[in-house]
Each structure stands twice: as C-alpha cells, then as structure tokens.
C-alpha cells in the first residue's frame, strides 16, 4: 500500500443551506420534526421558502461541512459531490475550495439546479432541516475518482447519499476502491429518518464493511430499532472498528474493540445553531485519527469543534479550526484531560 | 397632506452582500481602503471573489438594510430599487418582503444581473465593500412610484444611487415628489468616496433640500473638505432641518436649529461586523421621529439597533429589534437616560 497523500476524502451530497430562525409554532403549522432532515420536492420547497423568514445562504452538506473542518484544522482533503453549473453551484464551489478542499466533481450542465437544505433555526438553536436534492441526484459511479479515492488515507461516506439511487452506486462504489487499496471507510448515519429510510442497507453495511461509524444517539436508536441508547451501543459494539456516538449537550462515547471512552462536550456560552455539530465533531475526531492521536483525543478535538460550530448560525467553522485547538491545548484545559 | 399611510420609503441599491473574513494583509494586497466601499465591474468582482474565503450570502444594501430595520421595529416601510429577475434578486425579494417590508419594483428581464458587494471583514470587525451594481444600474424615474412616495411620511434615499445616472433621476424624482407632497426626504452620505465622486451635487442637495441627513464622520468631513469633525458638523449646521452623524464607538451628534445632542454608544460585547451600522443606527433614528418621540431617544434608539448589527456578520437584524428596544426601556438602562 502506497503512502496516502491526501488524508481524507469526502463523499456527499453538494448542498446549500438557506437558514431562517423560526419559532415552534412554524414548525408544528408545517409539521416539521425538529433536529431531523426532510426530502422535499423543487415545488414544496418554493413554497416553505416563500414562508420562512428573512435568510442567509451558506454553503453546507453533512461531508462538505466535515471536510472544510478537516482543511480548518490542517488536513488535508477533497470531496466529491455533484452541483449544476449556476450561482449556488459556484458559491458551493467557490467556499470549499477556499477553505483548501480540493473539490474537482465537474458541475452538471444540464438537469435540475444545485441542491438547496431550508434550515429552520428555533430560539432553542436545534435546526430542521428541509432537502431540496435538485443536481445531487445526478452524483453517479463515473464521478468516483478511484485514484482520488486510493490516494486518501480515509474514505468518509455521507449516509444521505442513499436517497438519490445514482449516488447510492457511487458510495458502493467508492468504499470497494478504498477497501481494495487497504484504506479506511468511514460513515455517517446522517438522519435517524434517513436510517429508517434504509435501514437494512445500513445495518447490512455497518456489519464488517465500516471502519470508522458515526452517529447521534436518534440514529444509532433507529439502526437498532430501540429508544435505550445504552442497547443500541451494545448493538453496534463490534461491529465497526471504531463507533463514535455523539449525544449534544451530554458528549460523546467512542466504542472500539471493548474499550469504551466516554468524551465530554466542550462548553459553549449559547447554542445559536445547531447546524453542523455531528459534521464538525467528525472533523476533529478524523483530524485525530489522522494525526495518530489516542482515541480521547480524537473525542475531543471532536468535541472542541463542535463547540465552535453551534456558537454561529451556519455548517462551516468562522475560525481557524487549528488556532482553537492549539489555544485549547496550550491553555492547558479540558483537552489535557484527555492527553 | 392626507395623512401618511406608512412610514418610510427608502430608495436604494438593491445589492446581495458576500461576506468573508480576511486580514489587513489581504487588504493591502488588493489596495483596497479599510471601512470604504469601492465600485468594481464585472470582471474584477470575478477576480476577487475568486481570492476571497469561504463566505455568506446575505441581502444588504445600506437603505434596504435601514428598512428592515424599521420594519423589525413595528414600522410600516416599503423600498423601491431594482434587482434582476436572478437567483440572488428573489434572494433580495424573499429577505426585504420576509422582513414585511414592501416591495414591488418590477425586476429587470434583461441585462445585467442582480447586483453583489463583496464585504472583506477583518479581525477589528470593520468592513470593507466592493460593490458591482449590476441590475442597480437599471433603476430610473419610471420606477419611482409617485402614489408610493406621497404616502409615506419619509422618503429617505441612498447617497449611492448618484453613481448609476438613471438611478440619479431616480432619486431627483422622489426628493421632488416627496416635496411637493408636503412629506420629508431623508438623505444617507453613504460614503466618503461616494460623497467624493459627487461632492457638488451633494453639497447642493444638502443646502435646504434635505430635512433628515445621516453621514458619518468621514463622510461630513469628505463632504466640506475638512479633516476636523467640529467643522464640518459647523459648516452643515442649519442647511438641513436635523442632521444625525454617527462616529462609531463615539456614539452620535444630533444636530437641529441651535440644539445639539450628543448621544452614547449602546454597549457591544465584541464588534463581528461593522456592516450596517449606519443604516441600523438610521432605522432606530427614523422610527423614534416617525413616533414623534425626542430628537436624543431617537438616537438612543438609533444607537441600540447599530449595536445589535455589529454583533453579528451581516446588515440585516438577527433579532426582533422592537423586543431590544422594548427590554432596554424596560430595563431602565441607558435609554432612560435620554427619557
């Protein structure tokens, strides 16, 4: 096995976020679960954004977001994923790319518009989210770059790609090259109603073919179809390498082999938006990994990272990722706890 | 004179913003002026948004951000300024009307596209703006709708709109309808080099045709040749009815007939952003004398809602500002102090 040159490649779907706070009282009059992620057609989507407040536009995707992390921190990344040829795609583009990920899916030139995610941030900053898919269902085997994919130390596939059935091939595709060339596949759970969507595929999956799994405690509870957290990381135990299950406020656990090493959250003042923390706790938990740190470590860098995501509205981190962390270790706080 | 049936009517840019943090470095590199706003083309917006970092979209423009804010407040406002019937032009639509604020100028079918200005952010918080007008440049006479003007009991136009020439006419027409129709026109500087570019015009206008002027330091300085702040506040004095100029952490002049007001800064944990602080600080203003409430709570409003823009990227209001305003009063903080 050649030396990787690249430390990970993302795959996921090309999305940009459309955030607006809302209060409970939308959510319930358009009957949105909150914390999960909805498909919803190009007309319904016309139509809540009609209905949603005032906005910003971010760039987001659960990978894109994971990978503009790891490029924060100092790794090195690419991701693959598939815009139109428009403005969001630009802008899609153009935001991971100055974040240093390599990004070279070549856009669609035909077919529906880049896909865009309305974020409903209540005042309690949980955010629902409502998927426009458009181009991302144009993401196809024949986007895998397998020597992009062989050259990367990890694989990192998004869980949303089972909904567009083209993408679903490419993540097979994508985790056989990186298994073939002696890498690592890691994988997001993404949505515990994405879970649902495709559960057998995902259990059938995370028995023996996954290295690195990672999931909120609502995904890991509907893989294993329980409401105890404590069952369903029982389930799971063993199965994968390395299971990392995040649980908000609460932390995170990390499963590998018997040991289990619960990671606790770093603090925030206020959660102003939840969008992005499971994206950006896998950031800092694969920069870890990358970087050969013991598996607390990577916890907590996860930890730090997330910290820093829900204390903005948006999926991608507004500081310098590697700063945060450097001042966290120098300052001799809770990351030394772990080291 | 019927009785006003809303408050406000601005007349401005109708710009999409693109905000990215860079460092003083990144300035110098691209000579661009610290807290200014340059007019750039097509070709150069291209250039620079591809050495820019990972941004956000977020409708601005400095009058629409003024009319959101009074909107924010309980105001009833409206805004006239032309978009292109582009992706970020129902982006500026969707964010003005989300907000409740009026807004029916029909977007342009042809030519160039709605307009952007990519905002620099650097580390002391302050903004720096390059701006492509785009679809501005389309606004004329023909879109100032005379019913709309005579019922507002301000008009308040936008410095910028003397750069394109028909939007020049544009805003002549409204100043002349507003007038004649016994209402008041309200004027923003916007900027020193604007005020630059258009010194003579501006100095005329300022001479007896203007009741409400909003500028800045730099821009009263720009505007009377001086370098000294108690002058130019001395050579305005008496041309316009009440003229408001803000001096960022030094709070605000307010200056009518003999009276002079000057009025605090409301206190701001950190500085994020300094985009929208005048047109902020213009909104709490507007709103306070459209309540016939005193010139110095005007300000002190005014200074409220500038403080709640600086702490967040962006120029639109991220909180409800009649809920600040309201907690502040209630609180018998500062704004006592001007009751």
Redesign the interface.
């Known amino acids: 096995m050649n030396q990787a040159s690249i430390d990970v490649v993302g795959i996921g779907n090309a999305i940009v976020d459309v955030i607006?706070?809302a209060d409970d009282a939308f959510l319930e009059r358009e009957r949105l679960v909150k914390g999960t992620t909805a498909l919803i057609d190009a007309e319904r989507a016309e139509a809540l954004?009609?209905l949603?407040?005032?906005?910003?536009?971010?760039?987001g995707g659960s990978i894109a977001n994971t990978m503009?992390g790891v490029a924060s921190l100092g790794g090195r990344g690419a991701f693959i994923g598939k815009v139109r040829d428009?403005?969001?795609g630009k802008?899609f583009c153009?935001?991971?790319t100055?974040?240093g990920v390599s990004f070279e899916t070549p856009a669609a030139t035909a077919g529906p518009p880049t896909a865009r995610c309305l974020i409903l941030v209540t005042p309690d900053g949980q955010r629902t989210m409502n998927t426009y898919l458009g181009a991302c269902a144009e993401l196809g085997p024949d986007d895998i770059d397998s020597d992009l994919v062989c050259a990367a130390q990890i694989t990192y596939l998004e869980g949303y790609l089972f909904d567009p059935p083209l993408a679903q091939q490419a993540f097979r595709k994508a985790a056989a090259v990186a298994h073939a060339a002696g890498r690592k596949v890691a994988l997001s759970l993404s949505d515990p109603f994405c879970v649902e969507r495709h559960r057998e595929a995902f259990r059938d999956l995370v028995t023996g073919h996954i290295d690195i799994l990672f999931a909120n405690e609502a995904e890991i509870c509907s893989l294993y179809e329980t409401g105890d957290f404590t069952a369903a990381a029982a389930a799971v135990r063993g199965l994968v390498g390395i299971a990392a299950l995040t649980r908000s406020a609460e932390g995170s656990v990390i499963l590998a082999g018997r040991a289990e090493h619960p990671i606790a959250a770093a603090p925030v003042a206020r959660v102003v938006d939840a969008t992005g923390a499971g994206d950006l706790y896998a950031a800092g938990f694969l920069y870890g990994l990358i970087r050969g740190l013991p598996l607390p470590n990577c916890g907590a860098i996860g930890s730090l990272c997330a910290a820093e995501i829900i204390s903005?509205?948006?999926g991608?981190p507004?500081r310098k990722l590697s700063e945060l962390v450097a001042a966290a270790r120098d300052a001799g706080d809770w990351l030394r706890l772990y080291c």
């Open positions: 607006a706070r954004y009609c949603m407040g005032p906005a910003i536009e971010a760039s503009a428009d403005v969001l802008v153009h935001d991971l100055a974040q903005h509205l948006g991608r507004e």
